[in-house]
């Protein structure tokens, strides 16, 4: 009992036993190296997709925020620049990094940390 069927191919060995599992092998299978190059290109993808979400998101945090000066929204026209310092682990407490937003009313620069808190020039919240 050899049954071969266009893409499947079922063994006499499997069909004969009682109560035993019909096995079902590709003819068609896709070599490994294949599926191995697809798996990473699929998470590759999925990994930039999740970068590009939140660099998205961070710069829509950025948005809401005000000028400390005059009180204007910074807005999805503000350019949004990066800061960031280099700290020992004694000084926890102190922000590493965040945005630098320029206002568009008053034209100044304005370092925040990540959490939205302003930040003056050596480093220290404000």
């Excluded at 294949?34 to 961070?58: K, P, S």
């Amino acid at each position: 009992m050899h049954r071969t069927p266009r893409s499947r191919r079922w063994s006499k060995a499997d069909a004969t036993g009682a109560g035993s599992v019909i096995r079902v092998v590709s003819t068609k299978a896709m070599p490994q190296l294949l599926q191995y190059a697809g798996m990473v290109l699929g998470l590759t993808a999925i990994a930039l997709v999740l970068l590009a979400w939140l660099e998205r998101r961070r710069r829509k945090r950025c948005e809401s925020w005000h000028c400390p000066k005059c009180g204007v929204m910074f807005g999805s026209q503000a350019p949004v620049t990066e800061w960031g310092i280099r700290r020992d682990p004694e000084g926890a407490g102190v922000p590493t990094g965040g945005p630098v937003l320029r206002c568009s009313a008053c034209g100044r620069e304005y370092r925040f940390s990540w959490s939205g808190r302003l930040v003056n020039e050596s480093g220290e919240y404000a």
